[in-house]
C-alpha cells in the first residue's frame, strides 16, 4: 500500500495550492479518503473528507470556504485545492484512506505559509 503526497511547499499568505495524493496497492474506490495537518506539538487534524464514490464531503470549520476535496476513482487520486492560505494553516498535510477496520497513511507534505 502506498499513499504519496505531492504539491506541499511555501506560500505567501493569499496564496493557493493544490496537494494531490496516488494511491496505489489497494482498492481505491472502496475507501473514504482524508486529509489531515499537524503542526508539532499538535494533534493530528482532520482537514477535509471524502467518501468512497466522491459523493459526500466534509471539512474543519477552519478551512470552510477555502478548500476543496476532491477525487478520482478512474487514476486513484486525491486532491486538496486550498486558497486564501494563511500562516496557521502551516502544517504537514498526510493522506489518509479508511475502510473499517483498515486506515492507511501517506508520508506527509510540508506546507509553509509564511512571507
Known amino acids: 500500500v502506498q499513499l504519496v503526497e505531492s504539491g506541499g511547499g511555501l506560500v505567501q499568505p493569499g496564496g493557493s495550492l493544490r496537494l494531490s495524493c496516488a494511491a496505489s496497492?489497494?482498492?481505491?474506490?472502496?475507501?473514504?479518503m482524508s486529509w489531515y495537518r499537524q503542526t508539532p506539538g499538535k494533534e493530528r487534524e482532520l482537514v477535509a473528507a471524502?467518501?468512497?464514490?466522491?459523493?459526500?464531503?466534509n471539512y474543519a470549520d477552519s478551512v470552510k470556504g477555502r478548500a476543496t476535496i476532491s477525487r478520482d476513482n478512474a487514476k486513484n487520486t486525491v486532491s486538496l485545492q486550498m486558497n486564501s492560505l494563511q500562516p496557521e494553516d502551516t502544517a504537514v498535510y498526510y493522506c489518509?484512506?479508511?475502510?473499517?477496520?483498515?486506515?492507511?497513511w501517506g508520508q506527509g507534505t510540508q506546507v509553509t505559509v509564511s512571507s
Open positions: 489518509s484512506a479508511r475502510r473499517v477496520p483498515r486506515t492507511y
Open positions: 496497492g489497494f482498492t481505491f474506490s472502496w475507501y473514504a
Open positions: 471524502i467518501s468512497s464514490r466522491g459523493d459526500s464531503t
